[in-house]
């Protein structure tokens, strides 16, 4: 009998990860935007107007957590789109608390606190937006290029995958760590992690520090190894 770790996950388990993901976070910002509309207008803005509250934070959320997907481990922008991410959520969850709150005549319906800060977060959202958006720009990454040492513009093995490549010439095995298999193709950790979570990667158990374990035939090289 195969073992549990070495079976490809259901259809359902796959399916469940890669759709409802991304709907659970859909409905959760639906569900917020009556809130959002409600405190825009109350802090000043017009009935058309108040819309743009829940369309800047469901793309500040969805912008940020796709960027953070995207970028490399190690990239200091990667944290700043995941803080992001979370915030903008944050913030979806507080306005319609505070809406809540407001209708059942908790809170007054007009502060000078509560104006101000419904005021700021449309234009705050949008600069870190951009922020972590913005990339080096095409010339000066290319100068950087050319004033480094030859010896340093030489591509050479990740540092993961050689212990992978070592470690199979000694077992046999043409299995990979993620992290190996992330250096192997010349993409983030992550994005391999969500491939093994979509099905889009065979799980084959762990290795000895609890790493997932793919298998090389399903990999595509990158060109500089």
Known sequence: MAHPQNSAAPWYVTAAIRYGRPTALLVALLMCAPGEIHLAALAGWSSTW????????????????????????????????????????????????????????????????LIAVVSAVPPLAAWHIISIAARPAADATAGVAVQQPLSQQVNRTPKHWAVAKQAFAQKDRALASIYAAADYEGISVSTIRSRVARGGLTRHGTDHRGRVLVDIAELTPNPRI
Do not use: E
Not at 100 to 113: N, T
């Open 50 to 113: 108040s819309y743009g509250a829940p369309a800047t934070m469901s793309l500040y959320a969805l912008i940020g957590a796709i960027i953070a997907d995207q970028l490399p481990a190690g990239d200091p922008k990667r944290s700043s789109a995941r803080l992001g991410a979370g915030l903008a959520l944050l913030l979806a969850m507080s306005a319609q608390v505070v809406d809540h709150l407001i209708s059942a005549h908790y809170l007054p319906a007009r502060s000078i606190a």
